[in-house]
């Protein structure tokens, strides 16, 4: 059973910072893309970044490149999601997903992930 659970969001002022981590359980890790999103009431969830198994291919959503950056630690298997210059747009609950297949290239639609943490709320205040 794949379990994924994030942590690190809070509440932040605007031009702050926030690191989200997300610690998988119940497959071997290092074999699968991963990725983030968010997800905004009354909205559909969107991509924000998807990074390979190798860490070595990331890609971004427009809207966040140059603040967001997409790491991950394949020994303690953990993604993060290191937020600055934060925005009160980016206000929402953030997800971490775990790709369908093994060793697929990273992938920015949201079909292509099987496996979904709780999320975590962000809240940037003006």
């Known amino acids: 059973q794949v379990q994924l659970v994030e942590s690190g969001g809070g509440l932040v002022q605007a031009g702050g910072s926030l690191r989200l981590s997300c610690a998988a359980s119940g497959r071997t890790f290092s074999s699968y893309a991963m990725g983030w999103f968010r997800q905004d009431p009354g909205k559909e969830r969107e991509f924000i970044a998807a990074?390979?198994?190798?860490?070595?291919?990331?890609y971004y959503a427009n809207f966040v490149k140059g603040r967001f950056t997409i790491s991950r630690d394949n020994a303690k298997n953990t993604v993060y999601l290191q937020m600055n210059s934060l925005k009160p747009e980016d206000t929402a609950v953030y997800y971490c997903a775990l790709q369908r297949s093994h060793y697929s290239s990273p992938s920015t639609e949201l079909g292509q992930y099987d496996y979904w943490g709780q999320g975590t709320q962000v809240t940037v205040s003006s």
């Open positions: 990074i390979s198994t190798s860490g070595l291919v990331t």
